[in-house]
């Protein structure tokens, strides 16, 4: 259940591994590196799935487009220059984005699908993302430390905006800043160079790439900075990028006379024309997710429904239903809207989250853990591995409550407040002394005490001292109990005990420690 932290791994690895050179395999350079090809496709193996969960999940109403972008995708992949298990998904986003893992691990929301007018425009795309990957940018950016660095880069997910978002912690961090890094602008300009290369190899016109570029920039110029969010900030459009892709076609125009380019028009608008008819019903989707933005819980209630209305498939919409009905505690009607979601969509971590908290806060335990554990097992979260504590402690299993908390207590924010402190309830319980400090003294008339403090922000009571004293010889022992004692506090406790008039005394002659306690409800 609870996967090794790659991100923990890897850093290990860095401090440990002997560094080596390797021929870049795009651009024929000297490097220095720390991953190998295996660890960059154990990586992208791995990520991959936790990835694309984090990022909207698969796109699945429409599996032709997904068939027809990996196609493309596999077109241009099949002229790089490196050889890689090269895979393409859509993804369900309404955000224009598209990213590379090592290995070749390569995802494109539906939010970008939109906003390109062609099949070789579509390549440019994904003739960058493939160079990201067979140029190893992912894998150097590990090997600089720029990956990990933070260790503990957690991101809100995009596609939920609201207050219940929750958090990525363990197996899925490291993927989760892969995809959300800034590459650096050399690694831009090498994707964008070879990218070109790599669309005039498959046989599409090159001068996509100078419209894609100038789609960007016009639309980042027009866009609310939320936009920047997706694809402009891993990769920022710049006037400086089309005219470097402007020059590259220019040079590369003159010797590519007479060959037949395509363009693809007519094969994009076919492929796209599903999320062109249904476009109306993802706007009411994403207007319902603005509504959420400002509490107008709803007024997006009612989006959702005209949405459904029109795309009664999409099970994304019944999904962000139960979101809502999840918080505003409709419980039950949480449970069916996720139900729907599930009845189309068996594999998104989301329904499993929110129909598992759902059941969690109807007392219905057995249920709550099944959907908490697969939700987990799609992507591990910081809300998953609370509730799971929650329901692991009620049922009196304190060992594995403290692995979830501890799970939980990775992320930031409040559910990782919570979890801290619940790890920290139980732990106090089972290592009182980690806790809990006796510090022996005796007075001028040889009475002996115990300074005991309490170093948790947890009140507790119950605490049980042991004393022991060597006291003319023999030894002597008590025992006291305090009733209360404040967080971050502490109480001067009198054993009994007392050196014999007269006998010479030093702290090694006495000994006190806290044997129990219990955290004040
Ligand atoms: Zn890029």
Redo the contacts with the bound molecule.
């Keep these: 259940m609870f996967q090794k932290n790659l991100a923990t791994g890897l850093l290990l690895l860095a401090s440990t591994a002997l560094a080596s050179c390797a021929v870049n395999p795009v651009t024929g350079r000297n490097e220095l590196s720390l991953v190998s090809e295996a660890q960059e496709r154990a990586i992208g193996a791995e990520q991959y799935g936790p990835s694309r969960q984090s990022q909207g999940g698969d796109f699945n109403v429409d599996e032709a487009l997904t068939n027809y972008v990996n196609a493309v995708g596999q077109r241009i992949a099949a002229v790089s220059d490196r050889d890689l298990d090269y895979e393409f998904v859509v993804l369900n986003n309404s955000v224009p984005n598209a990213w590379a893992l090592p290995g070749g691990k390569i995802a494109v929301n539906r939010g970008l699908l939109t906003e390109l007018n062609s099949e070789a425009e579509l390549a440019a795309v994904l003739g960058?993302?493939v160079v990201?990957a067979a140029a190893r940018h992912g894998a150097q950016a590990i090997t600089r430390g720029t990956v990990l660095q933070s260790a503990l880069v957690v991101g809100a997910i995009a596609a939920r905006d609201n207050d219940y978002a929750d958090y990525i912690v363990g197996a899925g961090q490291l993927g989760a800043q892969l995809i959300t890094q800034r590459?650096g602008r050399e690694?831009?300009r090498e994707?964008d160079y070879y990218g070109i290369q790599y669309m005039v190899r498959a046989g599409y016109d090159p001068r996509a790439a100078v419209s894609l570029q100038e789609t960007f920039v016009r639309l980042s110029e027009g866009r609310a900075s939320g936009w920047l969010d997706g694809l402009f900030a891993?990769?920022p459009p710049s006037k400086e990028r089309v005219m470097n892709n402007q020059a590259l076609v220019d040079e590369l125009m003159p010797g590519l006379q007479g060959r037949d380019l395509e363009t693809g028009e007519v094969r994009y608008r076919q492929a796209l024309a599903f999320l062109q008819d249904n476009a109306d019903a993802y706007d009411l989707f994403d207007e319902a997710h603005s509504a959420i933005a400002d509490d107008d819980f709803d007024i997006a209630l009612l989006n959702l429904d005209a949405a459904i209305d029109m795309l009664p498939a999409e099970p994304r919409f019944y999904g962000l239903k139960g979101d809502i009905l999840l918080y505003q505690d409709k419980y039950s009607d949480a449970v069916d809207a996720y139900d729907d979601a599930i009845a189309l969509d068996d594999n998104y971590f989301d329904y499993y989250l929110g129909r598992g908290v759902s059941y969690a806060r109807l007392g219905q335990r057995t249920q709550a853990r099944s959907d908490l554990e697969r939700s987990t097992a799609l992507l591990p979260t910081a809300v998953a591995m609370n509730e799971l504590g929650k329901i692991a402690l009620v049922n009196n299993e304190r060992q594995a409550a403290k692995q979830y908390f501890l799970e939980a207590a990775q992320a930031q924010g409040q559910v990782a407040r919570e979890a801290t402190l619940s790890f920290t309830r139980i732990d106090l319980e089972d290592n009182p002394r980690a806790y809990l400090n006796a510090e022996m003294y005796a007075d001028a008339e040889g009475r002996i005490y115990a300074r005991v403090s309490n170093s948790s922000s947890l009140p507790v009571e119950a605490v049980t001292v042991e004393f022991a004293a060597v006291i003319g010889g023999r030894l002597g022992r008590q025992t006291r109990t305090v009733s209360t004692l404040g967080g971050n506090s502490a109480v001067t406790v009198s054993s009994g005990l007392r050196f014999a008039d007269g006998q010479p005394w030093s702290a090694d002659q006495m000994q006190a420690s806290v044997v129990s306690a219990r955290v004040r409800d």
């Design positions: 960058h993302e990201h590459y690694a831009e994707a891993s990769h």
